[in-house]
């Protein structure tokens, strides 16, 4: 699962880093983040009517196009990616609108099990392994959709795929979200692309990363640099 993440980056180096143009330009900004919860506005990127990369806001939590009511109770985060292609919410963003959901990094909580036998959740915060720790940004595999009413209101909104995790993270949890080869970020964006074989080349968890952090991460309101630092053990 990936129920919160990062994006330590503005919009300016969102759009840099994906080589794509920014939309809404002038009435939407972002940035840096360390604890984005579902529901949050967040930078997604798709390929707009042009056919080009472009930065676009969407609601993280996926509201299917069909839907007659607004959103409403527990945001559609995440998709599993071996079934999505099946789900009535989201088999047609699934052929149609995948995205590419930019990131720094995510949290996962461990289940540790004290002495006397409590349960305890230690939080680690999860990354690409490289010398930015928590700031190199790169993608998360998802799918979008556009949500209209009568009056003209339209909701754009996105879900983050994930798969079954492996690797050193896997015992912090059992799923993990979709990551792509960037050489396939194109292909995954086309609508014409034959997204089955796309996700064939789907990356492990080699170049992953992770270490525990302190508890504050806990609560969405908490966001600051320091959420990502290692926990200090005295």
């Not at 690797?167 to 692309?193: C, Q, S, T, Y």
Request: net charge negative; glycine share 8%.
């Amino acid at each position: 699962m990936c129920g919160r993440y990062t994006l330590a980056g503005n919009l300016a180096e969102i759009a840099a880093r994906f080589g794509a143009k920014k939309s809404s330009e002038g009435l939407w900004d972002w940035e840096p983040k360390y604890n984005i919860a579902p529901a949050t506005v967040v930078p997604v990127i798709a390929l707009n009517g042009a056919g080009e990369r472009a930065v676009v806001p969407m609601r993280w939590g996926l509201h299917p196009s069909w839907r007659k009511e607004p959103p409403e109770g527990r945001p559609m985060f995440n998709a599993r990616v071996e079934t999505a292609k099946d789900k009535p919410s989201f088999r047609t963003p699934y052929k149609r609108r995948r995205a590419l959901i930019p990131t720094t990094g995510w949290y996962e909580w461990e289940r540790i099990e004290m002495p006397n036998g409590k349960e305890v959740k230690q939080p680690h915060f999860i990354f690409e392994d490289s010398d930015k720790v928590g700031e190199e940004i790169f993608a998360m595999a998802g799918l979008w959709d556009h949500w209209r009413v009568d009056e003209g209101i339209e909701l754009l909104s996105c879900t983050i795929l994930t798969t079954a995790a492996t690797g050193d993270i896997k015992h912090l949890h059992h799923r993990m979200p979709v990551r792509l080869p960037e050489e396939n970020w194109d292909n995954w964006l086309d609508a014409n692309a034959n997204p089955d074989l796309i996700l064939e080349t789907k990356l492990g968890a080699r170049d992953l990363g992770h270490y525990e952090i302190g508890a504050a991460v806990g609560n969405a309101r908490n966001d600051n640099p320091d959420l990502v630092r290692p926990a200090v053990n005295v």
